[in-house]
């Protein structure tokens, strides 16, 4: 197929996705976060709607996000609906630089929604984290979108929302508002992460403040997964950290997991390392080699 004919079949599907799914949108982008916030949550008039926001983080140039890939934070979703790209102003849109370099050459500041869908009684129910360019169905429920934020005000909502808000979510749901917070590439984002592996008893929740910990461009985030590896009592917390150490920076990542599929005395541990190394080893070339050396160490 020509491209021209590509580009008009991509054409058609956006068209066809905005016109069979439309949903009613509100904007409400005047006063503080918390004002806009409320405004949205008192004016629910459906038994479901949602409320969304942007926020900016780091992302390659071929659109994969800093903070963890485009996995919606386990969030179910539908590659069908609306793209929300018409939600942007030119503000939001403008690609300003943050405060210091990028984690990688070559980087960009890149807008993100979080889409939370609250009940009459406001209570999340869903939370979606979404590319812009990505089509999200939304089921035809109402959308208050309150615009662009910045970082330390959507953290500090989500943490209210984790951990009461206006109703106590179900379990998954705050494992998602969880993920959502990990979305964020700013340092209150980690030192909240931080906060709930040593603090929240659920070992559900710690596992996803483990995974988020990956996702942070910060100096003690190899630290505090070591410390996880080695002190959490929950097996499930303990892998989840080992599986972290893949996504931090290679200098620091490959040679923790190739120490614990050394010398690590749990040998499930071990193997979980093993695993890490061998799905890195696609794109690493040093940990292809890293691999090779245990594989012959204990063929020895």
Known sequence: MSRPAIAVVGWLAITLAVSTSAV?????????????????????????SWIGWSVDRWADPNGYSYAGGWNFGGSRFALKGRPLSSLLTAEDAQAAAFSGPPPYAGWERRPIAILLRTSSDGVVTRVINSDFQVPINLRGQPLSWLGRQNPEDSIALLVDLLAGGNGKARPR????????????????????????????????????????????????????????????????????????????????????????????????????????????????????????????FHET
């Open 24 to 48: 009613g949108v509100e904007r409400i982008e005047s006063g503080s976060f918390a004002e806009r916030w409320d405004k949205a949550s008192t004016a629910i008039r459906a038994d479901e």
């Open 173 to 296: 749901v705050r494992e998602s508002l969880i993920r959502a917070i990990a979305r964020h590439s700013h340092p209150t984002a980690f030192e909240v992460l931080e906060g709930f592996v040593k603090t929240l008893e659920d070992p559900e929740l710690r596992e996803a403040a483990t995974e988020g910990l990956s996702w942070q461009d910060h100096p003690r985030a190899l630290d505090v997964l070591l410390t996880l590896i080695d002190d959490d009592p929950a097996w499930k917390v303990r892998r989840a950290a080992v599986e972290a150490l893949g996504e931090l920076p290679e200098t620091q990542g490959l040679p923790a997991l190739a120490k614990i599929a050394h010398t690590h005395n749990d040998r499930d541990l071990g193997e979980e390392a093993i695993e890490t190394l061998g799905s890195l080893g696609r794109r690493q070339p040093r940990a292809r080699e890293a691999l090779v050396r245990i594989l012959t």
